[in-house]
């Protein structure tokens, strides 16, 4: 089983006050026994300094949860992936789905978000996911081969081997109502299938789950071999849980290790 990955995405949630308790419970958490998995927090652009000055030196990365598809000018408001790098930041997310849906981010731009992260050095996170009129729809599989495709094209082979894939069900985010165990490994190995028809080499990818994973459902969804870790967004936010998933995937028998960060 491969070393999993647990990725907070803290949404737009924190202030420096409650950053600051969060960030080192966990980092203390991490300074401890038993760390065989990879943590990173994504965190609002704004706070990004915040983490870089609490987590440097210790075994947790930190991202942000956008970056933008140009990589510099007239863009108001905007920050660029190579701004991000120069906190040390390891991840970016892109396509998120509330980004798609609130922004109107189409899969080309989200192609192009994910190119421009990778320019800078960055691990893109690419989000792909259904809604539930699609999954009703029965076009689960081919949606998120588009979205996942989209990406692929936009970025060369070499750069794809370095990106993560966070399969997120529209349906299951902050709904309390996560995919079931069946439901994500049907969904993984689709995109797996994606990856492999593309370049053999893609075939050690990091697939994430996320939707609703919270400590009483995450050791049944981690302990799979095709769900490479998990992108946790409410849980994400309370210590206590956050550190309580952490353990789950902690006490997995991972043999390869893919450290970040
Ligand atoms: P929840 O864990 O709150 O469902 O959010 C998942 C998510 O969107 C992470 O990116």
Not at 135 to 146: I, L, P, S
Request: hydrophobic fraction near 45%; glycine fraction near 10%; charge should be negative.
């Amino acid at each position: 089983m491969q070393r999993k990955l647990i990725l907070g995405n803290w949404k737009m949630h924190g202030s420096t006050e409650s950053n600051a308790a969060l960030l080192a419970a966990i980092r203390e958490r991490m300074s401890r026994e038993n760390t065989n998995v990879d943590v990173g927090v994504c965190v609002p652009a704004i706070f990004v300094e915040q983490a870089r000055s609490a987590l440097q030196g210790s075994a947790v990365a930190w991202g942000v949860q956008d970056v933008s598809a140009h990589v510099q000018g007239a863009f108001t408001g905007e920050i660029s992936a190579a701004m991000v790098a120069g906190f040390q930041a390891t991840f970016a997310i892109v396509g998120h789905s509330e980004r798609r849906a609130n922004h109107g981010e189409t899969a080309l731009v989200v192609g192009e978000k994910a190119r421009q992260a990778l320019v800078a050095g960055l691990v893109p996170v690419v989000c792909v996911g259904e809604t539930l009129a699609e999954r009703e729809a029965g076009a689960t599989d081919a949606v998120v081969r588009a979205q996942l495709a989209a990406v692929l094209e936009a970025i060369s082979v070499d750069d794809a081997k370095k990106i993560v894939i966070a399969y997120e069900p529209v349906w299951a985010i902050g709904t309390g109502r996560s995919a079931s165990v069946d439901e994500a490994q049907a969904t993984h190995a689709g995109l797996r299938s994606v990856l492999r028809e593309y370049d053999a080499g893609l075939d050690k990818l990091r697939i994430l789950y996320g939707g609703s994973i919270k400590p009483d459902n995450a050791s049944a969804l981690l302990d799979c071999d095709g769900i490479d870790g998990g992108l946790i967004g409410g849980a994400s936010l309370k210590s206590a849980d956050f550190i309580s998933i952490i353990e789950a995937a902690a006490s997995l028998h991972a043999d390869d290790s893919l450290h970040v960060g």
